[in-house]
Nanobody, 116 residues
């Protein structure tokens, strides 16, 4: 059974930091890309950051310089360090994993709320 277990969300004041973690298990043939998406109320889900198994990273423009994505391939775990948080970062954050066969998997989502 495939599971993506997220942790680390919460409530923080503007300018603060949070670290999200997501551990993937049960994905046969391994994980290629891992990343984080977010969805704010009334908005579409958007990509925040993605990292390949080789370590290549891409970020959404509004988080560049503030967020850092990293992963531990041995543990199939991806992290998102979020610094300088802004109220507009408030959203449900979803972990995503794409297997080497191209199958997409999603976590259950974790709420991040940034107060002004």
């Amino acid at each position: 059974q495939v599971q993506l277990v997220e942790s680390g969300g919460g409530l923080v004041q503007a300018g603060g930091s949070l670290r999200l973690s997501c551990a993937a298990s049960g994905i046969i043939f391994g994980v290629n890309f891992m990343g984080w998406y977010r969805q704010a109320p009334g908005k579409q889900r958007e990509l925040v950051a993605v990292i390949s198994s080789g370590g290549d990273r891409n970020y959404e423009d509004s988080v560049k310089g503030r967020f850092t994505i990293s992963r531990d391939n041995a543990k199939n775990t991806v992290y998102l360090q979020m610094n300088g948080l802004k109220p507009e970062d408030t959203a449900v954050y979803y972990c995503h994993a794409k297997s080497r066969l191209g199958t997409d998997y999603w976590g259950q989502g974790t709420q991040v709320t940034v107060s002004s």
